[in-house]
């Protein structure tokens, strides 16, 4: 691999040390030096910074590294596509482990149900949080782009348009949605509650 070589020597016929060039792509110091020892490679938005900066092609910058760095980058996807199936799933089981388990926690230990419930509530918080980390680290907010991402694939660009033009409605939707899911669940175990007790 000559991508760590070639920055390394691009820098320094520029004269830049490793912070001023770091400074430049708005990354740390030690992420230029992880690039230039070949630990890591920087995502498209730095290579394309770095070819600016030195005033070279991408082409004259990554010349036959970019099988590797599409191996790396495709790794690094599926990873990340792993990773947020399996907090779906956790996310799912959590759900659905706390709407089962609240009525009967009610009705076997009364008030203290509410300690286990908090629990698992958090638990599913947990999840949601951990997979709305990587819709935002990939840009997927709507259900089409999030099951084309989770495939391992990417909308066309008038899809990606489309989806897009979805997006503001699905924030003033996605609120009101919640909310009467909310309380839905939470008028269906007060009725439980008052039923039992």
């Known amino acids: ?9 691009l820098r ?25 020892n070949d630990k890591s490679y920087p995502d498209i938005q730095s290579v394309l910074l770095l070819s600016e900066i030195f005033n070279v092609s991408v082409d004259q910058l990554l010349k036959g590294d ?14 990340d596509i792993n990773k947020m199936h399996t907090y779906a799933i956790g996310m799912l089981i959590s759900i659905v482990a706390l709407l ?25 918080m947990y999840f949601a949080i951990r997979i709305e980390k990587y819709n935002k680290k990939y840009n997927v907010q709507t259900y089409k782009e999030i099951v084309a991402f989770t495939n391992g694939e990417t909308l066309s660009k008038d899809d990606q348009i489309r989806e897009e033009a979805k997006r503001p409605y699905q924030k003033v939707l996605a609120p ?19 039923f039992l007790f």
């Not at 691999?1 to 390394?8: L, P, Q, S, V």
């Not at 490793?18 to 992880?34: C, G, H, M």
Request: charged share 20%; proline share 2%; glycine share 4%.
């Open 1 to 9: 691999m000559e991508f760590g070589n070639r920055i390394k020597e």
């Open 12 to 36: 320094k016929a520029q004269n830049i040390n490793q912070d001023e060039l770091a400074e430049k792509l708005f990354v740390s110091r030690q992420t230029i030096s992880n690039w230039e």
């Open 66 to 79: 970019v099988e590797k760095m599409e191996r790396i980058i495709t790794e690094q996807t599926q990873a």
């Open 100 to 124: 089962i388990s609240m009525p009967v926690l009610a009705y076997t230990t009364g008030f203290w149900f509410f300690i286990p419930s908090v629990l698992m509530f958090a638990c599913a």
């Open 176 to 194: 009101i949605l919640s909310a009467v899911i909310a309380a839905v669940v939470c008028g269906g175990i007060l009725l439980i509650l008052e």
